[in-house]
Protein backbone atom coordinates (compact mmCIF):
# COMPACT_ATOMS: atom_id res chain seq x y z
CA UNK A 1 0.00 0.00 0.00
CA UNK A 2 2.70 2.78 1.20
CA UNK A 3 4.34 2.04 -3.16
CA UNK A 4 0.75 2.71 -4.29
CA UNK A 5 0.68 6.01 -2.23
CA UNK A 6 4.29 6.81 -2.92
CA UNK A 7 3.76 6.57 -6.71
CA UNK A 8 0.61 9.22 -6.36
CA UNK A 9 2.93 11.45 -4.71
CA UNK A 10 5.43 11.37 -7.11
CA UNK A 11 2.86 11.90 -9.68
CA UNK A 12 1.43 15.13 -7.74
CA UNK A 13 5.21 16.53 -7.23
CA UNK A 14 5.81 15.99 -10.94
CA UNK A 15 2.98 17.89 -12.00
CA UNK A 16 3.80 20.44 -9.26
CA UNK A 17 7.31 21.35 -10.91
CA UNK A 18 5.73 21.23 -14.32
CA UNK A 19 2.99 24.04 -13.37
CA UNK A 20 5.22 26.07 -11.32
CA UNK A 21 7.90 26.19 -13.91
CA UNK A 22 6.80 24.61 -16.96
CA UNK A 23 10.08 26.30 -19.37
CA UNK A 24 12.19 24.39 -17.03
CA UNK A 25 10.24 20.78 -17.93
CA UNK A 26 9.28 21.76 -21.43
CA UNK A 27 8.84 18.45 -23.49
CA UNK A 28 9.18 16.45 -19.82
CA UNK A 29 6.06 14.13 -19.55
CA UNK A 30 7.44 11.27 -17.87
CA UNK A 31 7.05 11.95 -13.89
CA UNK A 32 10.65 9.93 -13.41
CA UNK A 33 12.12 12.31 -15.70
CA UNK A 34 10.94 15.41 -14.23
CA UNK A 35 11.34 13.89 -10.54
CA UNK A 36 15.28 12.83 -11.83
CA UNK A 37 17.17 15.68 -10.22
CA UNK A 38 14.43 16.69 -7.79
CA UNK A 39 16.48 17.58 -3.95
CA UNK A 40 13.76 17.62 -1.22
CA UNK A 41 15.43 20.08 0.92
CA UNK A 42 14.70 21.74 3.43
CA UNK A 43 13.93 24.92 1.48
CA UNK A 44 11.84 22.94 -1.11
CA UNK A 45 9.33 21.46 1.92
CA UNK A 46 9.17 25.01 3.39
CA UNK A 47 8.03 26.20 -0.02
CA UNK A 48 5.92 23.43 -1.15
CA UNK A 49 4.38 22.57 2.05
CA UNK A 50 0.96 23.98 1.75
CA UNK A 51 0.18 22.20 -1.93
CA UNK A 52 -0.29 18.84 -1.41
CA UNK A 53 -3.07 20.67 1.71
CA UNK A 54 -4.61 22.64 -1.23
CA UNK A 55 -5.37 20.00 -2.91
CA UNK A 56 -6.52 17.27 -0.23
CA UNK A 57 -8.54 20.40 1.71
CA UNK A 58 -9.57 22.91 -1.04
CA UNK A 59 -7.99 26.13 -1.35
CA UNK A 60 -11.10 27.94 -0.01
CA UNK A 61 -9.23 26.51 3.15
CA UNK A 62 -6.08 26.39 2.68
CA UNK A 63 -4.47 29.21 1.01
CA UNK A 64 -0.44 30.49 0.09
CA UNK A 65 -0.70 32.07 3.99
CA UNK A 66 -2.50 29.97 6.01
CA UNK A 67 -0.90 29.16 9.26
CA UNK A 68 0.44 25.83 9.55
CA UNK A 69 -1.37 25.73 13.15
CA UNK A 70 -4.33 25.57 10.92
CA UNK A 71 -3.02 23.45 8.48
CA UNK A 72 -2.82 20.88 11.47
CA UNK A 73 -6.52 21.61 12.11
CA UNK A 74 -7.79 20.85 8.56
CA UNK A 75 -6.27 17.75 9.10
CA UNK A 76 -7.62 16.96 12.20
CA UNK A 77 -10.80 17.94 10.95
CA UNK A 78 -10.28 15.22 8.20
CA UNK A 79 -9.76 12.63 10.49
CA UNK A 80 -6.12 12.63 10.98
CA UNK A 81 -5.13 12.19 14.46
CA UNK A 82 -2.93 15.04 15.52
CA UNK A 83 -1.46 14.34 18.79
CA UNK A 84 -1.55 18.46 20.89
CA UNK A 85 2.30 18.54 21.16
CA UNK A 86 2.97 18.31 17.14
CA UNK A 87 -0.37 20.29 17.00
CA UNK A 88 0.75 23.37 18.43
CA UNK A 89 4.50 23.09 17.12
CA UNK A 90 3.53 22.98 13.55
CA UNK A 91 4.47 21.14 10.17
CA UNK A 92 7.85 21.94 9.46
CA UNK A 93 9.38 20.82 12.70
CA UNK A 94 8.04 17.21 11.67
CA UNK A 95 10.28 17.79 8.52
CA UNK A 96 13.30 19.37 9.88
CA UNK A 97 13.63 17.29 13.44
CA UNK A 98 15.59 14.53 11.91
CA UNK A 99 18.06 12.12 13.43
CA UNK A 100 20.58 9.23 12.08
CA UNK A 101 18.92 6.38 10.76
CA UNK A 102 17.89 4.23 8.24
CA UNK A 103 14.93 5.25 5.71
CA UNK A 104 12.21 2.56 6.03
CA UNK A 105 11.17 2.93 2.52
CA UNK A 106 14.17 3.53 0.55
CA UNK A 107 16.68 2.11 2.72
CA UNK A 108 19.31 5.17 2.34
CA UNK A 109 20.89 5.83 5.54
CA UNK A 110 20.89 9.51 6.33
CA UNK A 111 19.07 11.61 8.23
CA UNK A 112 15.58 10.58 9.32
CA UNK A 113 12.16 11.46 10.89
CA UNK A 114 9.43 9.94 12.55
CA UNK A 115 6.60 9.27 10.49
CA UNK A 116 3.62 10.98 12.01
CA UNK A 117 -0.29 10.60 10.59
CA UNK A 118 -0.31 12.89 7.69
CA UNK A 119 2.32 11.66 5.97
CA UNK A 120 1.20 8.24 5.42
CA UNK A 121 -2.09 8.35 6.88
CA UNK A 122 -2.81 3.99 6.52
CA UNK A 123 0.34 3.78 8.88
CA UNK A 124 -1.15 5.50 11.86
CA UNK A 125 -3.52 3.14 13.49
CA UNK A 126 -0.92 0.56 14.07
CA UNK A 127 1.43 3.18 14.77
CA UNK A 128 -0.39 4.00 18.08
CA UNK A 129 0.63 0.37 18.92
CA UNK A 130 4.11 -0.31 17.33
CA UNK A 131 6.74 -0.08 19.33
CA UNK A 132 9.18 3.00 18.60
CA UNK A 133 11.93 1.49 17.11
CA UNK A 134 9.19 -0.35 14.94
CA UNK A 135 7.84 2.98 13.83
CA UNK A 136 8.44 4.30 10.35
CA UNK A 137 11.25 6.45 9.85
CA UNK A 138 11.76 8.11 6.64
CA UNK A 139 14.22 10.55 4.85
CA UNK A 140 13.20 13.74 3.87
CA UNK A 141 12.51 12.85 0.23
CA UNK A 142 10.67 9.96 0.51
CA UNK A 143 8.67 12.03 3.61
CA UNK A 144 7.74 14.27 1.57
CA UNK A 145 6.46 12.62 -1.51
CA UNK A 146 4.02 10.07 1.02
CA UNK A 147 2.68 13.93 2.24
CA UNK A 148 2.04 15.13 -1.19
CA UNK A 149 0.14 11.32 -1.82
CA UNK A 150 -3.02 13.38 -0.25
CA UNK A 151 -3.31 15.15 -3.58
CA UNK A 152 -4.86 11.97 -4.42
CA UNK A 153 -6.47 10.92 -1.46
CA UNK A 154 -10.25 10.47 -1.63
CA UNK A 155 -12.76 10.64 1.35
CA UNK A 156 -16.02 10.00 1.89
CA UNK A 157 -17.70 10.48 5.36
CA UNK A 158 -14.92 10.22 8.13
CA UNK A 159 -14.48 6.52 7.52
CA UNK A 160 -13.78 5.61 4.05
CA UNK A 161 -10.47 6.57 2.30
CA UNK A 162 -9.15 5.31 -0.82
CA UNK A 163 -6.87 6.35 -3.80
CA UNK A 164 -6.36 4.87 -7.41
CA UNK A 165 -2.85 2.98 -8.44
CA UNK A 166 -1.24 2.49 -11.01
CA UNK A 167 2.07 1.09 -12.47
CA UNK A 168 2.05 3.26 -15.55
CA UNK A 169 2.11 6.86 -14.67
CA UNK A 170 0.01 8.08 -17.45
CA UNK A 171 -3.01 5.72 -16.73
CA UNK A 172 -2.73 7.30 -12.75
CA UNK A 173 -2.56 10.43 -14.01
CA UNK A 174 -5.54 9.70 -16.72
CA UNK A 175 -7.59 8.10 -13.82
CA UNK A 176 -7.23 10.80 -11.30
CA UNK A 177 -8.08 13.38 -13.57
CA UNK A 178 -10.86 11.73 -14.63
CA UNK A 179 -12.02 11.14 -10.71
CA UNK A 180 -11.53 14.83 -10.02
CA UNK A 181 -11.74 17.02 -12.61
CA UNK A 182 -14.37 15.20 -15.50
CA UNK A 183 -16.62 13.27 -13.10
CA UNK A 184 -17.49 16.16 -10.64
CA UNK A 185 -17.43 13.95 -8.07
CA UNK A 186 -15.93 16.34 -5.06
CA UNK A 187 -17.67 18.51 -2.96
CA UNK A 188 -16.81 21.97 -3.72
CA UNK A 189 -16.48 23.36 -0.62
CA UNK A 190 -14.86 20.21 0.52
CA UNK A 191 -12.44 18.79 -1.53
CA UNK A 192 -11.80 15.42 -2.56
CA UNK A 193 -14.37 14.64 -0.48
CA UNK A 194 -17.12 12.77 -1.89
CA UNK A 195 -20.45 14.37 -2.72
CA UNK A 196 -23.66 13.80 -1.17
CA UNK A 197 -25.19 11.57 -3.67
CA UNK A 198 -29.39 12.32 -3.30
CA UNK A 199 -30.37 9.50 -5.48
CA UNK A 200 -28.19 6.88 -3.12
CA UNK A 201 -27.64 6.91 0.48
CA UNK A 202 -25.21 4.58 1.74
CA UNK A 203 -23.77 3.42 4.97
CA UNK A 204 -21.39 0.93 4.91
CA UNK A 205 -17.77 1.15 3.06
CA UNK A 206 -18.83 -1.59 0.17
CA UNK A 207 -22.18 0.17 -0.41
CA UNK A 208 -20.53 3.15 -0.52
CA UNK A 209 -17.14 2.46 -2.82
CA UNK A 210 -19.84 0.52 -5.26
CA UNK A 211 -22.06 3.70 -5.64
CA UNK A 212 -19.06 6.21 -6.04
CA UNK A 213 -17.80 4.24 -8.64
CA UNK A 214 -21.54 4.19 -10.33
CA UNK A 215 -21.57 7.20 -10.49
CA UNK A 216 -18.21 7.93 -11.78
CA UNK A 217 -18.50 5.71 -14.76
CA UNK A 218 -22.11 7.69 -15.01
CA UNK A 219 -20.70 11.20 -15.23
CA UNK A 220 -18.23 9.59 -17.72
CA UNK A 221 -21.09 7.79 -19.96
CA UNK A 222 -22.73 11.28 -20.01
CA UNK A 223 -19.34 12.67 -21.08
CA UNK A 224 -18.58 10.29 -24.26
CA UNK A 225 -15.51 9.61 -21.99
CA UNK A 226 -16.37 6.09 -21.28
CA UNK A 227 -14.05 4.71 -24.08
CA UNK A 228 -11.12 6.61 -22.36
CA UNK A 229 -11.50 5.41 -18.88
CA UNK A 230 -12.06 1.26 -20.27
CA UNK A 231 -8.53 1.85 -22.20
CA UNK A 232 -6.46 2.35 -18.67
CA UNK A 233 -8.98 1.13 -15.77
CA UNK A 234 -7.67 -2.70 -16.94
CA UNK A 235 -3.89 -0.98 -15.40
CA UNK A 236 -5.56 0.72 -12.60
CA UNK A 237 -6.80 -0.38 -8.71
CA UNK A 238 -8.34 1.38 -6.20
CA UNK A 239 -7.20 1.11 -2.33
CA UNK A 240 -9.70 1.39 0.48
CA UNK A 241 -9.38 1.60 3.87
CA UNK A 242 -12.53 1.86 6.26
CA UNK A 243 -13.18 1.48 9.85
CA UNK A 244 -12.73 3.68 12.99
CA UNK A 245 -11.18 3.27 16.39
CA UNK A 246 -8.16 0.89 16.29
CA UNK A 247 -9.65 -1.12 13.69
CA UNK A 248 -8.92 -0.39 9.83
CA UNK A 249 -9.61 -2.61 6.91
CA UNK A 250 -8.21 -2.66 3.88
CA UNK A 251 -8.96 -4.05 0.47
CA UNK A 252 -7.53 -3.80 -2.90
CA UNK A 253 -9.89 -3.71 -6.25
CA UNK A 254 -7.73 -5.18 -9.13
CA UNK A 255 -7.83 -3.45 -12.54
CA UNK A 256 -9.77 -6.44 -13.82
CA UNK A 257 -12.42 -6.11 -11.12
CA UNK A 258 -12.36 -2.14 -11.99
CA UNK A 259 -12.83 -3.07 -15.95
CA UNK A 260 -15.71 -5.68 -15.37
CA UNK A 261 -17.56 -3.10 -13.19
CA UNK A 262 -17.02 -0.41 -15.85
CA UNK A 263 -18.53 -2.45 -18.63
CA UNK A 264 -21.22 -4.03 -16.16
CA UNK A 265 -22.09 -0.20 -15.43
CA UNK A 266 -22.47 0.63 -18.54
CA UNK A 267 -24.64 -1.97 -19.91
CA UNK A 268 -27.02 -1.21 -17.03
CA UNK A 269 -27.09 2.45 -18.25
CA UNK A 270 -27.17 1.05 -21.55
CA UNK A 271 -30.21 -1.23 -20.76
CA UNK A 272 -32.19 1.21 -19.03
CA UNK A 273 -33.06 2.69 -22.29
CA UNK A 274 -35.00 -0.62 -23.18
CA UNK A 275 -37.48 0.11 -20.01
CA UNK A 276 -37.77 4.02 -21.23
CA UNK A 277 -41.77 3.81 -21.17
CA UNK A 278 -41.70 2.50 -17.48
CA UNK A 279 -40.63 4.78 -15.55
CA UNK A 280 -40.85 9.06 -16.43
CA UNK A 281 -38.99 10.24 -13.39
CA UNK A 282 -35.91 8.57 -12.78
CA UNK A 283 -33.10 9.33 -15.71
CA UNK A 284 -32.34 6.09 -18.06
CA UNK A 285 -28.89 5.52 -16.58
CA UNK A 286 -30.13 5.29 -12.77
CA UNK A 287 -33.23 3.41 -13.92
CA UNK A 288 -31.93 -0.44 -13.40
CA UNK A 289 -29.43 0.34 -10.96
CA UNK A 290 -31.29 2.69 -8.42
CA UNK A 291 -34.76 0.35 -8.87
CA UNK A 292 -32.79 -2.40 -7.85
CA UNK A 293 -30.26 -1.29 -5.56
CA UNK A 294 -32.28 1.14 -3.29
CA UNK A 295 -34.88 -1.84 -2.66
CA UNK A 296 -32.41 -4.45 -1.61
CA UNK A 297 -32.96 -3.43 1.64
CA UNK A 298 -35.11 -4.76 4.80
CA UNK A 299 -37.05 -1.95 7.51
CA UNK A 300 -35.35 -2.58 10.49
CA UNK A 301 -35.88 0.89 11.52
CA UNK A 302 -32.43 2.24 11.35
CA UNK A 303 -30.45 3.04 8.10
CA UNK A 304 -27.48 1.02 8.98
CA UNK A 305 -28.98 -2.13 10.04
CA UNK A 306 -31.44 -1.76 6.94
CA UNK A 307 -28.98 -1.57 4.22
CA UNK A 308 -26.56 -4.55 6.11
CA UNK A 309 -27.45 -7.22 3.76
CA UNK A 310 -27.31 -5.21 1.15
CA UNK A 311 -23.54 -4.06 2.10
CA UNK A 312 -22.90 -7.75 2.25
CA UNK A 313 -24.11 -8.58 -1.01
CA UNK A 314 -22.17 -5.73 -2.31
CA UNK A 315 -19.03 -7.28 -0.55
CA UNK A 316 -19.43 -10.41 -2.21
CA UNK A 317 -19.51 -9.37 -5.48
CA UNK A 318 -16.53 -7.08 -5.03
CA UNK A 319 -14.23 -10.05 -3.04
CA UNK A 320 -15.81 -12.82 -5.44
CA UNK A 321 -16.64 -11.30 -8.61
CA UNK A 322 -20.10 -13.61 -7.96
CA UNK A 323 -23.60 -12.95 -6.82
CA UNK A 324 -24.97 -14.17 -3.74
CA UNK A 325 -28.37 -15.29 -4.47
CA UNK A 326 -28.85 -16.36 -0.62
CA UNK A 327 -28.59 -12.62 0.78
CA UNK A 328 -30.76 -11.69 -1.87
CA UNK A 329 -33.46 -13.98 -0.36
CA UNK A 330 -33.07 -13.55 2.97
CA UNK A 331 -33.46 -9.57 2.20
CA UNK A 332 -36.67 -10.56 -0.40
CA UNK A 333 -37.96 -13.04 2.88
CA UNK A 334 -37.30 -9.92 5.03
CA UNK A 335 -39.63 -7.91 2.32
CA UNK A 336 -42.67 -9.84 2.18
CA UNK A 337 -42.19 -10.81 6.15
CA UNK A 338 -42.37 -7.01 6.91
CA UNK A 339 -45.09 -6.30 3.74
CA UNK A 340 -42.54 -4.09 2.11
CA UNK A 341 -43.28 -2.90 -1.48
CA UNK A 342 -42.32 -4.23 -3.34
CA UNK A 343 -41.38 -7.33 -2.34
CA UNK A 344 -38.79 -7.61 -4.90
CA UNK A 345 -36.32 -5.36 -6.36
CA UNK A 346 -37.09 -4.71 -9.93
CA UNK A 347 -35.53 -5.39 -12.35
CA UNK A 348 -33.90 -8.61 -10.57
CA UNK A 349 -33.72 -10.63 -13.97
CA UNK A 350 -31.89 -8.00 -15.39
CA UNK A 351 -29.34 -7.21 -13.13
CA UNK A 352 -28.36 -10.50 -12.33
CA UNK A 353 -28.01 -11.93 -16.21
CA UNK A 354 -26.24 -8.32 -16.96
CA UNK A 355 -24.03 -8.95 -14.12
CA UNK A 356 -23.30 -13.36 -15.07
CA UNK A 357 -22.76 -12.45 -18.80
CA UNK A 358 -20.75 -9.18 -17.97
CA UNK A 359 -18.39 -11.18 -15.55
CA UNK A 360 -18.31 -13.74 -18.13
CA UNK A 361 -20.26 -16.42 -16.11
CA UNK A 362 -21.89 -18.51 -18.14
CA UNK A 363 -22.29 -21.51 -16.53
CA UNK A 364 -23.59 -19.55 -13.74
CA UNK A 365 -25.81 -17.57 -16.10
CA UNK A 366 -27.49 -21.03 -17.57
CA UNK A 367 -28.08 -22.41 -13.86
CA UNK A 368 -29.52 -19.34 -12.69
CA UNK A 369 -31.81 -18.82 -15.89
CA UNK A 370 -33.12 -22.29 -15.52
CA UNK A 371 -33.84 -23.06 -11.87
CA UNK A 372 -34.93 -18.84 -11.98
CA UNK A 373 -37.82 -20.32 -14.60
CA UNK A 374 -38.37 -23.25 -12.38
CA UNK A 375 -39.04 -21.12 -9.65
CA UNK A 376 -41.16 -18.43 -11.74
CA UNK A 377 -43.42 -21.08 -13.32
CA UNK A 378 -44.07 -22.67 -9.40
CA UNK A 379 -44.80 -19.06 -8.34
CA UNK A 380 -47.20 -18.45 -11.78
CA UNK A 381 -49.25 -21.85 -11.03
CA UNK A 382 -49.36 -20.87 -7.01
CA UNK A 383 -50.57 -17.21 -7.42
CA UNK A 384 -54.25 -16.68 -6.62
CA UNK A 385 -54.79 -20.34 -5.37
CA UNK A 386 -54.50 -20.83 -1.28
CA UNK A 387 -51.16 -22.30 -1.91
CA UNK A 388 -49.16 -19.00 -2.18
CA UNK A 389 -47.88 -19.20 1.97
CA UNK A 390 -46.37 -22.55 0.25
CA UNK A 391 -43.39 -20.57 -0.99
CA UNK A 392 -42.59 -20.33 3.27
CA UNK A 393 -42.34 -24.29 2.98
CA UNK A 394 -39.73 -24.50 0.37
CA UNK A 395 -37.78 -21.68 2.25
CA UNK A 396 -37.48 -23.03 5.19
CA UNK A 397 -36.50 -26.22 3.65
CA UNK A 398 -33.46 -27.56 4.98
CA UNK A 399 -30.84 -29.88 3.12
CA UNK A 400 -31.48 -31.29 -1.08
CA UNK A 401 -33.62 -33.87 -0.03
CA UNK A 402 -36.08 -31.86 1.46
CA UNK A 403 -36.15 -29.33 -0.92
CA UNK A 404 -36.33 -32.21 -3.41
CA UNK A 405 -39.51 -33.26 -1.40
CA UNK A 406 -40.66 -30.47 -0.54
CA UNK A 407 -41.15 -29.07 -4.25
CA UNK A 408 -42.47 -32.66 -5.05
CA UNK A 409 -45.36 -32.31 -2.84
CA UNK A 410 -46.36 -28.28 -4.04
CA UNK A 411 -46.38 -30.17 -7.67
CA UNK A 412 -48.29 -32.57 -6.47
CA UNK A 413 -50.99 -29.71 -4.80
CA UNK A 414 -51.12 -27.72 -7.72
CA UNK A 415 -51.37 -31.20 -9.93
CA UNK A 416 -48.92 -30.21 -11.87
CA UNK A 417 -45.53 -32.00 -13.15
CA UNK A 418 -42.61 -29.68 -13.83
CA UNK A 419 -38.84 -31.17 -14.63
CA UNK A 420 -37.31 -30.79 -11.45
CA UNK A 421 -34.01 -32.16 -12.84
CA UNK A 422 -32.12 -28.96 -12.85
CA UNK A 423 -32.37 -29.47 -8.94
CA UNK A 424 -30.54 -32.49 -8.91
CA UNK A 425 -28.09 -31.65 -10.90
CA UNK A 426 -26.74 -28.36 -8.46
CA UNK A 427 -27.32 -31.12 -5.28
CA UNK A 428 -23.97 -30.00 -3.31
CA UNK A 429 -25.21 -26.74 -3.81
CA UNK A 430 -28.50 -26.33 -2.56
CA UNK A 431 -28.57 -23.35 -0.70
CA UNK A 432 -28.03 -21.21 -3.76
CA UNK A 433 -30.67 -23.83 -5.63
CA UNK A 434 -33.21 -22.80 -3.06
CA UNK A 435 -32.28 -19.36 -3.21
CA UNK A 436 -32.66 -19.00 -6.81
CA UNK A 437 -35.62 -20.60 -6.98
CA UNK A 438 -37.72 -19.00 -3.85
CA UNK A 439 -36.17 -15.53 -5.59
CA UNK A 440 -38.35 -16.35 -8.97
CA UNK A 441 -41.34 -17.72 -7.29
CA UNK A 442 -41.45 -14.57 -5.12
CA UNK A 443 -41.15 -12.95 -8.09
CA UNK A 444 -43.99 -14.29 -10.25
CA UNK A 445 -46.30 -14.34 -7.23
CA UNK A 446 -45.65 -10.69 -5.85
CA UNK A 447 -43.18 -9.24 -9.10
CA UNK A 448 -44.30 -6.60 -11.69
CA UNK A 449 -46.25 -9.26 -13.81
CA UNK A 450 -43.03 -9.90 -15.97
CA UNK A 451 -40.44 -12.24 -15.56
CA UNK A 452 -38.44 -8.91 -14.87
ZN1 LIG B 1 13.76 7.35 1.87
Known amino acids: ?48 LREPAKEFIGEITIGDKTSERDILKAFKGKGFPISSRSYNAGITPTFFKTSKGECSYCGNKDEVLNHVSYIFPFFRKIDSITPDNNKLKLCKKCAFTLYSGMAYLYQKGAELLFFFDSYNFKSLKKINHFFKKEADLLDPSNKNRIRKFDR ?80 NNIPMEDLILSRFFLNL ?101 RGAEELYNVLVELQLKLKDSMDLRPLKEHEDEWRKVKAIIVNGMANALYGGGKSE
Do not use: C
Request: hydrophobic fraction near 35%; glycine fraction near 6%.
Open 200 to 279: YPTYHPYDTIFIIFFEFVKRLHQKNLLPELEEVSNEVRLLMSYGSGQIYHYYVLEGNLINKLTRFFRTLMEKGKEFKSEQ
Open 297 to 397: RINKGKFEEDTRLRNLFVEYIIKNEKINFEIINEIIMGRIKDKTKPHVPPYYKTFITTFLEVFGLSEEKDMFERLNGLGYSLGNRMKGTNLESYIWEVFRA
Open 1 to 48: MIDAYYRNGQLFLAELLKRKDDDKYFGMDEVEEILKDLAIDDNFIKQN
